[in-house]
């Protein structure tokens, strides 16, 4: 029997979390520090202060860090 | 090299800098080499780019090659074509990176990168109301730059050249009316090819020049990060200290009496 699971988009991919997922346990399997990166949840910047409220099936999710650039 | 009393910082914002170049951080060869040519540079600002994680393999953080007590970091939107994905990158920008600064670039032309002014201008509107401290980057159209301005931007920041040409200050004069115009900072941004670039832009009177392929795929990067931060220091010095008029004939730079010579030469 498998977990229960969210179908959610992480930067565009389609991806199934367990349901209890938050953008902190998100960001730990992904092995990213939640201080070098910043989150949009449906277009809109979510506040470190919110990585920890649970994700609902079908949220968008957009995750970036800085790379090189000029 | 001592600095002499009329050369002040350059303020802008919160922000404060003693280095007058502004190095991005893109193309090195590797992260190591950028270290040290941002260095070699002795600059104290430096751009980076805001993109996705990669989902799939854990990829070396070029935060961890730059020292933020040494560097301010200056999150840029490039690769933006609207001015609504300008100002959502450069909010994610200021989530991921505490702070307001931004450089603002909304391209308008794949071929020749140049900036979408309609686009470059309402974001520019957007970001200085959402609190940011907006450095636009824009064309060398004197007008354009007093737009910016007024739009509240910090810097205006117009190009040399296309992004990455290497082809130097295409426009001088165009430059140096800008400046002449503003009453904020002008950094010239984008084009610089080789150090006397720098040196030229700083003698128009830039306030700042901002640079990244020139270093970054020269054969030597560390050795050019040195030349640019004496180029700028050279510009910069030339410009407060007053060139002397181009003239059409020579003026003799030896006393004309006392000669020994006897011939009218």
Not at chain 1, 8 to 20: I, M
Not at chain 2, 1 to 6: A, E, K, L
Not at chain 2, 194 to 208: Q, Y
Request: hydrophobic share 40%; net charge negative; charged share 20%.
């Amino acid at each position: 029997m498998s977990q229960p699971s969210i179908a959610v988009e992480v930067n565009g991919e389609p991806r199934s979390l367990p349901s209890a997922s938050t953008v902190t346990s998100l960001l730990r399997h992904l092995e990213l520090e939640p201080a070098r990166v910043a989150v949009e949840l449906n277009r809109e910047i979510l506040s470190r202060d919110r990585y920890d409220q649970p994700l609902g099936a079908g949220d968008r999710l957009e995750i970036v860090t800085f790379v090189g650039g000029g | 090299m001592t600095t002499p009393s009329s050369e002040t910082p350059l303020k802008f914002g919160e922000f404060q800098f003693e280095s007058r170049l502004f190095l991005g951080t893109g193309k090195y060869e590797s992260l190591e080499i950028m270290r040290e040519a941002l260095a070699a540079s002795g600059t104290q600002c430096v751009t980076v780019a805001v993109r996705r994680v990669s989902l799939d393999s854990k990829q070396p953080g070029i935060l961890d090659f730059i020292d933020r007590d040494r560097y301010v970091l200056l999150p840029n939107t490039a690769g933006c074509y609207t001015a609504q994905d300008a100002i959502r990158t450069a909010r994610l920008g200021r989530e991921a990176g505490l702070s307001s600064l931004v450089k603002l670039e909304v391209l308008g032309d794949r071929l020749t990168l140049l900036p979408d002014p309609v686009e470059t201008l309402e974001a520019t509107r957007t970001l200085v109301k959402e609190g940011f401290t907006v450095l636009t980057y824009t064309s060398d159209d004197p007008v354009m730059a007093l737009r910016i301005q007024d739009a509240g931007a910090a810097v205006v920041m117009p190009l040399g050249s296309p992004i990455g040409s290497g082809q130097g200050i295409n426009n001088p004069r165009n430059i140096r009316l800008i400046k002449n115009s503003l009453s904020v900072p002008m950094i010239v941004d984008a084009g610089v090819g080789t150090a006397s670039d720098v040196a030229v832009a700083f003698e128009l009177g830039a306030d700042g020049v901002l640079l990244n392929t020139g270093v970054a795929l020269a054969e030597d990067p560390v050795r050019m990060a040195t030349a640019m931060k004496h180029a700028a220091l050279a510009g910069r010095h030339s410009f407060l200290a007053g060139r002397i008029e181009t003239k059409e004939y020579a003026r003799p730079s030896s006393p004309e009496s006392g000669k020994i010579a006897t011939s009218s030469g």
